[in-house]
Structures are given as C-alpha cells and as structure tokens.
C-alpha cells in the first residue's frame, strides 16, 4: 500500500477573491497552484497544523472555520490525503515566504490556474457552491 501523506489547505476568502498560492519550480508539483498549507505533522490536529503552516508560509495568523472537502490522490510512491477548511486571516498581511507567489484571485477565475490535482475538488466546490 502506498504511504499517505495528510494535508491540510486553507481556503481564504476577501471580497469575492480567494488566496492562491504558486509552488515554486523547486518544490514537488513545481509552478502549480495549491491552497497554502502543508503536511500534518504527528500528534497535531489538521487545524493545529494548518494554522501553524500558513504562520511559516504566509507569516500570518488564521482562524480555522468548517472543513470542505478531503480529497485522495494518488501519485507514484504516495497517496496525497488533502483536507481543505475556510479560514479567516485574524492578524497579518499574507506574504509569500515559501511559495514562487501569492495572488488574490476572482472566485470565478479559479479554473483558469493549473492546479495540483488533489485541489481541483475544492476548485470545484467553490466555482459551484460560493
Ligand atoms: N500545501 C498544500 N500542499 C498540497 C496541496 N495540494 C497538494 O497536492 N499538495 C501536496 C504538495 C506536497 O507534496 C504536499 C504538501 O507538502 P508541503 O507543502 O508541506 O511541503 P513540501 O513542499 O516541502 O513538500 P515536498 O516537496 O516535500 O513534497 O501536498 C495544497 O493545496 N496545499
């Protein structure tokens, strides 16, 4: 069986535009867009550990709201768990720390990026139901 790896993402809404952030060439899935966030690391709770991760990547502090959707892909060696969750940003201007960019994107917008392929049901659900 192939190794899971959990993942959390955030989903950052302000005015009708969402935080999108762009892996960069050296990352895995380089200049892919993804939902900022990482791996959950042992012991932590995927808000503890999303929270955490956007204070690295984005050096600001969010709120954690209700889950969307987790999502499964498979890759060669690794199956990628990623679960999405609406956040507010409480303290903080969002900078890109770890990422090629960041860009605040029109919701409608969103399916015009190539995005890492666990994220597209998130995509999905905020093109049909935000
Ligand atoms: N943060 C984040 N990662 C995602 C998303 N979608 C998706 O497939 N991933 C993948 C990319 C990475 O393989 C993994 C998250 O790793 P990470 O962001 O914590 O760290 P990393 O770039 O150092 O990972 P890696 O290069 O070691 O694989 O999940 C997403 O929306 N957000």
Redesign the pocket.
């Known amino acids: 069986m192939k190794r899971i790896?959990s993942?959390?993402?955030a989903v950052i809404e302000q005015e009708d535009n969402i935080l999108c952030?762009l892996?960069s060439p050296s990352?895995?899935?380089p200049l892919?867009w993804?939902?900022?966030?990482?791996?959950i690391q042992e012991g932590e709770k995927p808000e503890e550990a999303l929270v955490r991760?956007i204070n690295e990547?984005l050096g600001c502090t969010i709120e954690v709201k209700r889950k969307i959707v987790e999502t499964n892909?498979d890759?060669d060696n690794?199956t990628?768990n990623?679960s999405?969750f609406f956040s507010e940003i409480k303290t903080g201007t969002p900078l890109a720390f770890?990422h090629d960019k960041i860009q605040w994107i029109h919701k409608r917008e969103l399916n015009s990026l190539k995005?890492?392929?666990?994220?597209i049901p998130?995509v999905e659900f905020i093109t049909k139901y935000m």
């Open positions: 790896i993942v959390v993402g952030a892996r990352m895995s899935l892919h993804e939902f900022p966030g990482g791996k991760e990547e892909e890759n690794t990628i990623l999405t770890e995005w890492a392929p666990a994220d998130t």
